[in-house]
C-alpha cells in the first residue's frame, strides 16, 4: 500500500527543464536588491519596447508616468517558468505573485525611480513599522542578548540579520506571526491567502519555496520550561546517513486551485524516516511516528500545498533563526524570551501542528505525546541552512539554465555560490558538508575567480550600493543524493549579484533599503550602462528583446568565463 502511494506520488513529480530565476535569501536587502532589479529591468524593458528612439532611453531619467502607463513588470519575468526563492526573496516572491499593491509600487518605481526611495518608504516601510509597533525602550533590554545569539548561531552575523532580530525579539513573537504582519501590513497578503489562490495577473510560474527540515538526531527543542522542565524534545532517524539540515522545497504551479505540488518535497530517501519525541516530565513518557515516506509526512504535504497557507510557508522559507532549538542553550534563550523560532509542520499540515505547539506551552501529557507522533510534528527552518541562493533546488527541479539574483555585502562575495562546487567550504556554521558539491565542475576556486572576472555596472551617486556585477558559469552537476540530483548535466548559471552596504544602527535607519532600492533601480536603467544592459542583462529577462540586438553600435558581448 505505501508502495503504491510512493510510487503513484513519483510519476506525478517531473522535472521542468528549463529556464529558472533563483532568488537567494537575506532578509529585507534581498527583498529590497530583488525589487530593485525587477522594478530596473522593468523600466529598461518597457523603454526599449516602447520605441527604437535612441533619445527616448537617453531621457530615461525623467519621471515619465504617461509613457509608463502600459508598463507591464510582470513581462520581466515572462522567460521564467519557474522561480526558486529563499528566506527575505520569498517574501518578495510572495508579494509580487500574490499582491497587486506591490506590483503597483514596482511599476511605480520602474516609471518613476528617482523618487522610488519615496516610493519605497511610504508604501513599504513606514506600513511595516507602524504594524510592528516595536520601540526602541523595548528592545534595550535585551539588546547584547540578541547581538550575541546571531553571532553564536550565524557567525559574524551581517547588519541585516541583526537587525530583523531585533525586531523580531522586540516584538515578542512566533516567527509566523513575524512574517504574517510583514506580508499583510506591506502586501495586504492576509493570514488565509493560500498557495493555488488566483496570483495576480501575468503570474503562472512554477514557485518553489525553498527551506529545511531541521533533522538532528534527538534534542531539537519543541518545548522547554524556563528551569528546563517539562521539556519536550524530537529527534530524527533513518538507516542510512541523515543530515541534521535536510533541504527541502513546497512547490505551486501557481493558480493551481487545491493541487498537489508539481514536483517532489524532498530528493526521495532511500529509507524512511522515523521522528522519535521525548518527553522530560511525570508520566509523559516517549512516542514515535512509525516510518515516513515521501515528504516526512506520507504524501500530506505536497497533497496539500495549494491550501497551505502563504504566510506560513513562506515563514518556513524564512525561519532565520530557526536552528536555534537544535542546542540547549539556545532553547534555554528562546524559552527565556519566550520565542518561538521554527515553524512546525506535520501530517495535518501547518495550523494543527502550530495549535499542537501551543497546547504544549500550557502543559505537557501522555495523549499529547502520542498526538506529535501520530502527527509526524517536526520544524522547518529557513533555506540558507540547505542552500541559501536557490541554485541547488532549481537545478533539482530540472533547470538547466539559472538566472541567480544573489544579494552580498559590499563586495562581489563568491562564498554562497562557490560553497556548491567542487572543494568548495560550507559557509554558514553547522550546516552539514555532506550536502555538497552540487556542482563537479567547475572547483570552487575557478568559480571564485570567475566571480573576479565578472562585468560591472557604472554606479553614480550611489550611497548604499557598492556593485552590480554579472556573468556566467558554465557548470556540470554532481551526483548530489540529498538535494536530488543527477550527476553529469550541464546547467548554466547567468549571475547577478547586487553589493550594498547597509549601515543600519538601531531602529531609526530603515529608510536605508528603500535607497537602496532606487539606486539599483538607476543604475539599471542609467543611459551610461545602456549597452551593457541592453546585450547582456535584457537577453536574460525579456528574449523579445533579441530583435533590438539589431540596434546596437557593437555586437553584443557574451563572455564565457569557464
Ligand atoms: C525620438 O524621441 C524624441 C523624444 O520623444 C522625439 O523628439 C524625436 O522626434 C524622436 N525621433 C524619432 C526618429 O522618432
Ligand atoms: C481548497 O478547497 C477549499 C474547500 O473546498 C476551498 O475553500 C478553498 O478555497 C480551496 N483553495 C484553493 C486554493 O482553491
Ligand atoms: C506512514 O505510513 C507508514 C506506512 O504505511 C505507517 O507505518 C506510518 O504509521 C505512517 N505514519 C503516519 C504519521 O501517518
Ligand atoms: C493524496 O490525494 C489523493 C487524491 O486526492 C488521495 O487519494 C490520497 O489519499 C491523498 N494522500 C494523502 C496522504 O493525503
Ligand atoms: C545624489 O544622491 C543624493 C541622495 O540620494 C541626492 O540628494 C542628490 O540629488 C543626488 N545627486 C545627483 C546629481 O543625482
Given at each position: 500500500?505505501?508502495l503504491?502511494?510512493?510510487?503513484?506520488?513519483?510519476a506525478?513529480?517531473?522535472p521542468?527543464?528549463?529556464?529558472?530565476?533563483a532568488?537567494?535569501?537575506?532578509g529585507?536587502?534581498?527583498?529590497?536588491?530583488?525589487?530593485?532589479?525587477?522594478?530596473?529591468?522593468a523600466?529598461?524593458?518597457?523603454?526599449?519596447?516602447?520605441?527604437?528612439?535612441?533619445?527616448?532611453?537617453?531621457?530615461?531619467?525623467?519621471?515619465?508616468?504617461?509613457?509608463?502607463?502600459?508598463?507591464?513588470?510582470?513581462r520581466?519575468?515572462?522567460?521564467?517558468?519557474?522561480?526558486?526563492?529563499?528566506?527575505?526573496?520569498?517574501?518578495f516572491?510572495?508579494?509580487?505573485f500574490?499582491?497587486?499593491?506591490?506590483?503597483?509600487?514596482?511599476?511605480?518605481?520602474?516609471?518613476?525611480?528617482?523618487?522610488?526611495s519615496?516610493?519605497?518608504?511610504?508604501?513599504?516601510?513606514?506600513p511595516?513599522?507602524?504594524?510592528?509597533?516595536?520601540?526602541?525602550?523595548?528592545?534595550d533590554?535585551?539588546?547584547?542578548l540578541?547581538?550575541?545569539w546571531v553571532?553564536?548561531?550565524?557567525?559574524?552575523?551581517?547588519?541585516?540579520?541583526?537587525?530583523?532580530?531585533?525586531?523580531?525579539?522586540?516584538?515578542?513573537?512566533?516567527?509566523?506571526?513575524f512574517?504574517?504582519?510583514l506580508?499583510?501590513s506591506?502586501?495586504g497578503?492576509?493570514?488565509?491567502?493560500?498557495?493555488?489562490?488566483?496570483?495576480?495577473?501575468?503570474?503562472?510560474?512554477?514557485?518553489?519555496?525553498?527551506?529545511?527540515?531541521?533533522?538532528?538526531?534527538?534534542?531539537?527543542?519543541?518545548?522547554?520550561?524556563?528551569?528546563?522542565?517539562?521539556?519536550?524534545?524530537y529527534?530524527?532517524?533513518?538507516?542510512?546517513?541523515?543530515?541534521?539540515?535536510?533541504?527541502?522545497?513546497?512547490?505551486?504551479?501557481?493558480?493551481?486551485?487545491?493541487?498537489?505540488?508539481?514536483?517532489?518535497?524532498?530528493?526521495?530517501?532511500?529509507?524512511?524516516i522515523q521522528?522519535?519525541?521525548?518527553?522530560?516530565?511525570l508520566?509523559?513518557?516517549?512516542?514515535?511516528s512509525g516510518?515516513?515516506?515521501?515528504?516526512?509526512?506520507n504524501?500530506?504535504?505536497?497533497?496539500?500545498?495549494?491550501?497551505?497557507?502563504?504566510?506560513?510557508t513562506?515563514?518556513?522559507?524564512s525561519?532565520?533563526?530557526?536552528?536555534a532549538?537544535?542546542?540547549?542553550?539556545?532553547?534555554e534563550?528562546?524559552?527565556?524570551?519566550?520565542?518561538?523560532?521554527?515553524?512546525?509542520?506535520?501530517?495535518?499540515?501547518?495550523?494543527?501542528?502550530?495549535?499542537?505547539?501551543?497546547?504544549?506551552?500550557?502543559?505537557?501529557?501522555?495523549?499529547?505525546?502520542?498526538?506529535?507522533?501520530k502527527?509526524?510534528?517536526?520544524?522547518?527552518?529557513?533555506?540558507?541552512?540547505?542552500?541559501?541562493?536557490?541554485?541547488?533546488?532549481?537545478?533539482?527541479?530540472g533547470?538547466?539554465?539559472?538566472?541567480?539574483?544573489l544579494?552580498?555585502?559590499?563586495?562581489?562575495?563568491p562564498?554562497?555560490?562557490?560553497?556548491?562546487?567542487?572543494?568548495?567550504?560550507?559557509?554558514?556554521p553547522?550546516?552539514?558538508k555532506?550536502?555538497?558539491?552540487?556542482?563537479?565542475?567547475?572547483?570552487?576556486?575557478?568559480?571564485?575567480?570567475?566571480?573576479?572576472?565578472?562585468?560591472?555596472?557604472?554606479?553614480?551617486?550611489?550611497?548604499?550600493?557598492?556593485?552590480?556585477?554579472?556573468?556566467?558559469?558554465?557548470?556540470?552537476?554532481a551526483?548530489?543524493?540529498?538535494?536530488?540530483i543527477?550527476?553529469?548535466?550541464?546547467?548554466?548559471?547567468?549571475i547577478?549579484?547586487?553589493?550594498?552596504?547597509?549601515?543600519?544602527?538601531f531602529?531609526?535607519?530603515?529608510e536605508?533599503?528603500?535607497?537602496?532600492?532606487?539606486?539599483?533601480?538607476?543604475?539599471?536603467?542609467?543611459?551610461?550602462?545602456?549597452?551593457v544592459?541592453?546585450?547582456?542583462?535584457?537577453?536574460?529577462?525579456?528574449?523579445?528583446?533579441?530583435?533590438?540586438?539589431?540596434?546596437?553600435?557593437?555586437?553584443?558581448?557574451?563572455?564565457?568565463?569557464?
Open positions: 500500500m505505501a503504491l502511494v510512493r510510487l503513484a506520488l513519483l506525478l513529480l517531473r521542468t527543464g528549463a529556464v529558472t530565476l532568488l537567494q535569501g537575506g529585507i536587502r534581498a527583498l529590497a536588491s530583488d525589487a530593485g532589479l525587477v522594478a530596473g529591468i523600466r529598461v524593458s518597457h523603454l526599449s519596447h516602447l520605441s527604437h528612439n535612441e533619445s527616448i532611453y537617453k531621457q530615461s531619467g525623467d519621471s515619465d508616468q504617461t509613457k509608463m502607463d502600459t508598463l507591464n513588470v510582470m520581466v519575468l515572462q522567460n521564467f517558468d519557474t522561480v526558486s526563492s529563499v528566506s527575505g526573496s520569498s517574501w516572491a510572495a508579494e509580487l500574490f499582491s497587486n499593491s506591490f506590483v503597483e509600487l514596482l511599476k511605480g518605481i520602474a516609471s518613476s525611480p528617482f523618487t522610488a519615496v516610493q519605497f518608504d511610504q508604501q513599504w516601510i513606514q511595516w513599522l507602524l504594524a510592528t509597533d516595536v520601540q526602541e525602550p523595548k528592545f533590554g535585551i539588546q547584547s540578541v547581538r550575541l553571532k553564536l548561531l550565524l557567525g559574524t552575523g551581517d547588519e541585516d540579520t541583526i537587525f530583523l532580530a531585533q525586531f523580531f525579539f522586540a516584538s515578542g513573537l512566533s516567527w509566523n506571526h512574517v504574517d504582519v506580508l499583510k506591506t502586501a497578503i492576509s493570514v488565509n491567502r493560500q498557495m493555488g489562490s488566483t496570483p495576480v495577473s501575468g503570474a503562472s510560474h512554477t514557485w518553489l519555496v525553498d527551506h529545511t527540515v531541521l533533522l538532528p538526531t534527538s534534542g531539537a527543542c519543541i518545548r522547554q520550561g524556563k528551569l528546563i522542565f517539562p521539556r519536550v524534545t529527534g530524527a532517524a533513518a538507516d542510512g546517513v541523515l543530515p541534521a539540515y535536510l533541504p527541502a522545497k513546497f512547490s505551486i504551479k501557481l493558480g493551481s486551485g487545491n493541487s498537489s505540488a508539481p514536483l517532489s518535497y524532498i530528493a526521495q530517501p532511500e529509507e524512511p521522528f522519535n519525541f521525548r518527553g522530560l516530565c508520566g509523559c513518557g516517549s512516542a514515535s516510518a515516513l515516506y515521501v515528504d516526512m509526512a504524501g500530506s504535504l505536497i497533497n496539500s500545498t495549494g491550501a497551505f497557507p502563504v504566510v506560513q513562506v515563514a518556513a522559507s525561519a532565520v533563526f530557526g536552528s532549538i537544535g542546542g540547549f542553550v539556545f532553547s534563550i528562546a524559552a527565556q524570551l519566550t520565542a518561538e523560532v521554527a515553524v512546525w509542520i506535520g501530517t495535518k499540515g501547518f495550523e494543527a501542528a502550530d495549535e499542537l505547539y501551543d497546547t504544549l506551552q500550557s502543559h505537557v501529557d501522555a495523549d499529547l505525546m502520542s498526538e506529535l507522533g502527527t509526524a510534528f517536526h520544524a522547518l527552518i529557513d533555506g540558507g541552512f540547505s542552500d541559501g541562493t536557490g541554485i541547488a533546488q532549481a537545478v533539482s527541479a533547470a538547466s539554465e539559472v538566472v541567480v539574483v544579494n552580498s555585502f559590499s563586495t562581489n562575495q562564498e554562497y555560490v562557490a560553497q556548491l562546487f567542487q572543494g568548495g567550504t560550507v559557509v554558514k553547522a550546516v552539514p555532506e550536502l555538497f558539491p552540487v556542482f563537479q565542475s567547475p572547483s570552487a576556486s575557478a568559480v571564485q575567480t570567475a566571480f573576479t572576472e565578472f562585468e560591472t555596472l557604472k554606479l553614480h551617486n550611489s550611497s548604499y550600493l557598492k556593485v552590480i556585477a554579472f556573468g556566467k558559469i558554465q557548470a556540470t552537476t551526483e548530489n543524493k540529498f538535494f536530488g543527477q550527476g553529469g548535466r550541464d546547467v548554466t548559471l547567468n547577478i549579484n547586487i553589493c550594498s552596504e547597509l549601515s543600519i544602527g531602529f531609526a535607519n530603515f536605508n533599503y528603500g535607497h537602496l532600492v532606487q539606486e539599483v533601480a538607476l543604475t539599471i536603467s542609467d543611459p551610461a550602462n545602456r549597452d544592459v541592453l546585450s547582456q542583462l535584457m537577453p536574460l529577462f525579456d528574449s523579445s528583446l533579441n530583435s533590438f540586438r539589431s540596434f546596437q553600435s557593437t555586437p553584443p558581448l557574451r563572455r564565457q568565463f569557464i
